[in-house]
C-alpha cells in the first residue's frame, strides 16, 4: 500500500513534525508518516518526544496546581504579550513555531489539568507541601519518604528491577547482548 | 540452591508489596503539614506525641535504610562479578532481611502514631491520601502507563 508522506531514509523527520505526532491536536489521530516505519532514528526520537510531553505534564503538575487565577491571568497576560512582540510579519513560519511550540505545550498541559474541574476542587498531595518546615523536617521528610521506597520495594535503581531480570523472561544467549 | 534464589525472588515479588505499606498514609512528615493539620484536626499535644514517636524512631530507621543500601550495593556487585549462585544467594537474602528490618521500624512507628490519633482522625488522614491518589490518576490517566525502560536515552 502507498503510504502518504513517503520520504527517503536520509530524509528524516524534523522536530516541528515530531512534536506535532507527539502532541496531536485533542480528538484528532495524527496519520504516522511511512517513514517512521524504515527509520528507527526518527522512531527513537518520536519516542524520546513523546516522553518529554510526559515528563513536562508530571514536571509542572504541582507548579501549575498551586497557582491561583490572578497568576494564571498574568502568565496568560504576558504569553499575549510574547505574541504581540514575536508576531511581526514576514519573519516566516520557522521563527513563528520556536515560541509556538513551547506555548502550545504549556497551553495543553494547563487544559489537561483544569478541563473539567472547578477551581475549588483542585487537589494537590497534602504531603507535598514543603514551605514552611524547617531543615530538620525537611531532612526528616526525606528520610521518610525514601524510607517509604526502600522498605516497599519501589525503587528506580537498586531494586530488583536493576539487579535481575524479571522472572519467567529467559536469559539472552551467552554473547548477546540486550537491546 | 536454585530454589531458595527463586523462593526470595519470588517472596520479594509477592509478599513485599502486600506487606510494605500498613496503611495508604501521605508521605513525609504529614504532621507538619498545616494542610494535613487543618484536615484531620490535629492538635499541637498529637503533633509532639507524633514527633516525640518519630524521633525515637529516626535512628533506627537512618540504620535501617543504610544497613539495606549496603546490602543491595554488595548484592549489586555480585552480580555483576558473576559471582556464584550460592553467594549471591545469600546477598539476596541479606538484602531482603534488611529490607524486613527497615519495614518493621516503619510499621511499628506508623502503629505508634496511629494511637496517638483518634479512629476518625486517622480515617480521615487515609482517605484523604486515597482521594488524592484516585484524583491523580483520573487526571493523568489519559497518559500511558509509563514504564522504567520507557524513558530517553
Do not use: Y
Request: hydrophobic share 40%; net charge negative.
Amino acid at each position: 500500500m502507498e503510504l502518504e508522506n513517503r520520504r527517503s531514509p536520509d530524509d528524516h523527520l524534523t522536530d516541528d513534525a515530531l512534536f506535532a505526532l507527539a502532541l496531536p491536536a485533542a480528538g484528532v489521530p495524527e496519520v504516522l508518516p511511512a517513514h517512521l516505519l524504515e527509520c528507527p532514528q526518527c522512531s527513537r526520537a518520536l519516542a524520546d518526544w513523546k516522553n518529554a510531553v510526559r515528563d513536562l505534564a508530571d514536571a509542572d503538575e504541582d507548579v501549575l496546581e498551586k497557582r491561583t487565577g490572578e497568576e494564571w491571568s498574568a502568565v496568560e497576560d504576558s504569553t499575549l504579550s510574547a505574541i504581540r512582540r514575536e508576531g511581526t510579519p514576514g519573519r516566516g513560519r520557522v521563527r513563528t513555531l520556536r515560541w509556538a511550540l513551547p506555548v502550545a505545550a504549556s497551553l495543553l498541559v494547563f487544559a489537561l489539568l483544569v478541563s473539567g474541574r472547578p477551581d475549588s476542587a483542585r487537589v494537590s498531595e497534602p504531603s507535598d507541601d514543603t514551605a514552611g518546615l524547617s531543615a530538620q523536617d525537611k531532612a526528616d521528610d526525606a528520610l521518610l519518604r525514601d524510607v517509604d521506597r526502600l522498605a516497599s520495594g519501589d525503587e528506580s535503581s537498586g531494586g530488583w528491577g536493576a539487579l535481575a531480570p524479571d522472572p519467567g523472561i529467559p536469559d539472552p544467549p551467552q554473547g548477546e547482548g540486550r537491546s | 540452591m536454585k530454589k531458595k534464589l527463586a523462593g526470595a525472588v519470588l517472596f520479594a515479588a509477592l509478599v513485599g508489596p502486600a506487606v510494605a505499606r500498613p496503611a495508604d498514609l501521605p508521605e513525609g512528615k504529614w504532621w507538619k503539614r498545616p494542610r494535613v493539620v487543618a484536615e484531620i484536626n490535629l492538635t499541637p499535644d498529637q503533633v509532639r506525641v507524633i514527633e516525640d514517636i518519630f524521633a525515637r524512631a529516626r535512628p533506627k530507621l537512618i540504620d535501617g535504610k543504610g544497613e539495606l543500601e549496603k546490602r543491595q550495593g554488595d548484592l549489586q556487585d555480585a552480580i555483576e562479578s558473576n559471582a556464584d549462585r550460592r553467594d549471591i544467594a545469600a546477598k539476596v537474602e541479606a538484602v531482603e532481611n534488611a529490607r524486613a528490618e527497615l519495614q518493621k521500624t516503619r510499621i511499628v512507628m506508623v502503629l505508634d502514631m496511629k494511637q496517638a490519633l483518634k479512629p476518625e482522625q486517622w480515617e480521615r488522614l487515609v482517605r484523604m491520601h486515597q482521594e488524592f491518589r484516585r484524583e491523580r490518576r483520573e487526571r493523568f490517566g489519559r497518559f500511558p502507563e509509563r514504564r522504567r525502560d520507557d524513558r530517553p536515552r
